[in-house]
């Protein structure tokens, strides 16, 4: 008799180990390199190459803030559909916010 708690992986959870290997193994092997990189390198160099990417991220983030801010033009994501309309708003006269198009009739005979 088996225990419960003790099933085979599946192939799936194999795939998903050796990927997640894999993954480690490559970011090991940059951290070694970056750290030999950084340690070859001047402190004032160092900071001199944080100082543009600390820099050049700000100014990212700032065009992306006012751009989202100044442009007028439609959004970015139309809507899908008009939304719902309420059966209350029928019922007191107002008219529908949209009306839908009839479908066409293909089996007309001629």
């Given at each position: ?33 970056l750290k030999s990189?950084?340690?070859?390198q001047n402190p ?19 065009y992306l803030l ?45």
């Amino acid at each position: 008799m088996k225990p419960e708690g003790k099933e085979k992986p599946s192939t799936k959870d194999k795939v998903a180990g050796i990927i997640a290997f894999m993954i480690v193994r490559v970011q090991l092997r940059l951290s070694k390199g970056l750290k030999s990189w950084e340690r070859k390198q001047n402190p004032q160099r160092l900071k001199l190459l944080f100082f543009i990417f600390i820099i050049s991220g700000f100014g990212y983030c700032t065009y992306l803030l006012l751009d989202a801010l100044i442009r007028k033009d439609s959004p970015a994501v139309p809507a899908s559909r008009p939304p719902a309309q309420s059966k209350d708003s029928t019922a007191k006269g107002m008219r529908p916010l949209y009306t839908p198009l009839p479908l066409p009739n293909h089996n007309q005979s001629k």
